[in-house]
């Protein structure tokens, strides 16, 4: 039985001899990449100055990179922390406004728990997560301010229904004492 053989060699045997082993085979072309010009690229370029110029070029970008992104990330830190500091600020003085205006330190103490373990916090060491720092800070502020703003309406409703509640009884009291 015959294998079958490839149409695009008809004068070939298939399959080839020396298929398997070690020597060369016989019926396959042999070429002489060293007469074609530009095969061997790869050594030519390492050889000249495209490659010196090449390296140059990349490790370049990729410091200045690093040093556009450490720029970028002191700036994106600088500002979360500025912007921190300025609802902080406006917290504390919604916080001593509130005690000014007659609020306990047991109305302002779900507030004010927070607020101290907010002032406890430092930053962290690592310069590439300040500025997420800062932005979770602010966030935790904007947070205490809403709170803070809930917890004095609810004290005020409640200092109001207490009120009505004691003038319904003392005019319940004055009715009862003038029969």
Request: hydrophobic share 35%; net charge positive.
């Amino acid at each position: 039985m015959q294998a079958h053989r490839p149409t695009c060699c008809p004068s070939a045997s298939w399959p080839p001899i020396g298929w398997g082993k070690t020597e060369p085979i016989s019926w396959w072309p042999r070429l002489n990449f060293a007469r074609i010009k530009n095969v061997n690229f790869k050594g030519r370029f390492l050889r000249s100055g495209q490659a010196r110029i090449l390296a140059s070029v990349v490790t370049a970008g990729v410091v200045l990179g690093g040093v556009g992104a450490g720029l970028w990330r002191n700036s994106a830190a600088s500002r979360a922390s500025a912007t921190y500091q300025q609802k902080h600020r406006v917290l504390s003085a919604e916080l001593a406004a509130a005690s000014q205006q007659g609020y306990t330190q047991q109305d302002l103490e779900p507030v004010m728990s927070r607020y101290n373990t907010l002032n406890s916090s430092g930053a962290p060491g690592w310069f590439p997560s300040q500025a997420f720092y800062f932005q979770s800070l602010t966030k935790q502020t904007t947070q205490l301010r809403g709170e803070l703003q809930a917890l004095e309406q609810k004290t005020l409703n409640a200092a109001r229904t207490d009120a009505s509640k004691r003038i319904d009884a003392a005019k319940a009291e004055a009715t009862n004492e003038s029969r």
